[in-house]
């Protein structure tokens, strides 16, 4: 699973560093550049959050990836052939669509691959969500770099040709992977659904991994463009500083896992919410930091530190609201409700990446690149304020009397049907 989680989300992310190049010379302004980037994070919200559920309640694991990987091979191949398109308006529509329908199927992938490993592993869930980000984070990372170097050496075509017919061989393999078997929800278990949408203390750190995608996808439309001007370095260069931001998201994220099993997720939320604001303050750098010289060597470390800050707002974000929501119904977790928090969890990334490239998209043409991130981080101050909050309130209610371990669920729920 983890091989097929790579090779989707490689081919998926490949448009990140030539398409705003390739925008800004058939003259498409970097507004319509960020809604066809952020269309795909638009499929891949809704995906996780309303056809995954059904499409692995309905059919086997191994019957929803193939038909996934299909479709989106598909949808990658017909993106390719918009070179072909010179009409502007019937581009940028084709490519909306087209990039939204790679989301959709996508995001039924991440949601099937999530639920799965959650389902095997109950007893290390930070540990195995981990290790599924840092195989997610490494393929986000490589498909811009690797499209930047396909769309280098042959063009828009060849960048967005080859991997459609790639992912679309997927389908194969993917039939042989392990298949869990559905299984009906009880009635009292379908109730409870309820009371999660309804939580806000349960879902809040949805919102504190939005907010850390939003992050780390806001610049990545702006790095190529600015990079080329500011230093000269081409659509490889920026693609392989991205490459950087995502192997140390890689090569961290199984360390963070473990220790959130160990330790609790609640601190390393904290902790995340502490170091983000200054962390993003350096990508500018913000102009308010005159003492730091603006250079390669300067990205490359600020997003070495972001691909460290990053993931322990992720991880922790899953095993939090496991722990939130157990405390807060007598120590019980039932299936149904792991599997939508894992919807919800897999529908954060996109909406944040959507938020992130969707901004990034509208203030390119108004502020430099130095002020747009620089007032990001500004920003986000205010959202490390709310959730340092929210954590001393969560960890001070776990200090109190409880019926039941928040870990109880692990036990009550060892070997049970994921419903898939």
């Given at each position: 699973m983890c091989i097929f989680h790579i090779l989707t989300f490689v081919f998926f992310n490949l448009p990140y560093t030539y398409l705003p190049l390739y925008n800004e010379a058939r003259k498409i302004s970097t507004s319509w550049t960020g809604l066809i980037l952020g269309a795909a994070a638009v499929g891949l919200t809704l995906a996780c959050l309303f056809?995954?559920?059904?499409?692995?309640?309905?059919?086997?694991?191994?019957?929803?990836?193939?038909?996934?990987?299909?479709?989106?091979g598909i949808s990658i191949f017909l993106f390719s052939l918009m070179d072909l398109v010179k009409e502007e308006v019937a581009y940028t529509i084709l490519s909306i669509i087209f990039r939204f329908a790679s989301g959709v199927f996508g995001g039924v992938i991440n949601v099937t691959i999530f639920a799965a490993y959650v389902a095997i592993y109950p007893e290390y869930v930070a540990t195995v969500t981990s290790i599924g980000e840092s195989v997610l984070n490494g393929a986000?990372?490589?498909?811009?770099?690797?499209?930047?170097?396909?769309?280098?050496?042959?063009?828009?075509?060849?960048?967005?040709?080859?991997?459609?017919?790639?992912?679309?061989?997927?389908a194969l393999?993917?039939?042989?992977?392990?298949?869990?078997?559905?299984k009906k929800r009880r009635a009292a278990e379908e109730e409870t659904s309820l009371k999660t949408l309804l939580d806000p203390w349960v879902l809040f750190p949805l919102w504190h991994l939005a907010s850390a995608q939003i992050l780390i996808s806001y610049?990545?439309?702006?790095?190529?463009?600015?990079?080329?001007?500011?230093?000269?370095?081409?659509?490889?260069?920026?693609?392989?500083?991205?490459?950087?931001?995502?192997?140390?998201?890689?090569?961290?994220?199984p360390l963070?896992?473990?220790?959130?099993?160990?330790?609790?997720?609640?601190?390393m939320l904290l902790a995340s919410s502490v170091l983000l604001p200054p962390v993003y303050a350096l990508?500018?750098?913000?102009?308010?930091?005159?003492?730091?010289?603006?250079?390669?060597?300067?990205?490359?470390?600020?997003l070495a530190l972001l691909g460290l800050a990053v993931p322990m707002a992720c991880i922790s974000a899953l095993p939090v609201m496991f722990?939130?929501?157990?405390?807060?119904?007598?120590?019980n977790l039932p299936i149904i409700i792991i599997n939508q928090l894992v919807s919800f969890y897999c529908a954060s990334y996109p909406i944040g990446i959507f938020i992130g490239t969707m901004v990034s998209g509208?203030?390119?043409?108004?502020?430099?690149?130095?002020?747009?991130?620089?007032?990001?981080?500004?920003?986000?101050?205010?959202?490390?304020?709310?959730?340092?909050?929210y954590c001393v309130n969560v960890m001070r209610q776990a200090n109190a009397p409880a019926e039941k371990s928040a870990d109880t669920y692990v036990m009550e729920n060892r070997g049970a049907d994921p419903g898939m």
């Open positions: 056809v995954a559920p059904i499409a692995i309640n309905k059919f086997s694991t191994r019957i929803v990836l193939s038909c996934s990987s299909v479709g989106m986000v990372a490589f498909g811009p770099f690797l499209g930047g170097v396909l769309y280098d050496a042959s063009g828009f075509v060849a960048a967005s040709l080859v991997p459609g017919v790639l992912i679309f061989l997927c393999p993917a039939f042989y992977l392990p298949s869990l078997n559905s610049h990545m439309p702006l790095l190529s463009p600015y990079v080329d001007e500011a230093f000269d370095a081409g659509v490889v260069w920026s693609g392989a500083a991205l490459l950087v931001s995502t192997a140390v998201i890689c090569i961290s994220s963070l896992g473990f220790l959130i099993d160990k330790f609790g997720p609640v601190k990508i500018g750098p913000n102009p308010l930091l005159s003492f730091i010289p603006a250079s390669r060597a300067q990205i490359i470390i600020a722990q939130v929501y157990s405390s807060r119904n007598g120590g509208f203030v390119a043409p108004y502020a430099s690149f130095a002020w747009s991130t620089g007032s990001l981080s500004l920003i986000y101050i205010a959202q490390s304020i709310l959730c340092i909050a």
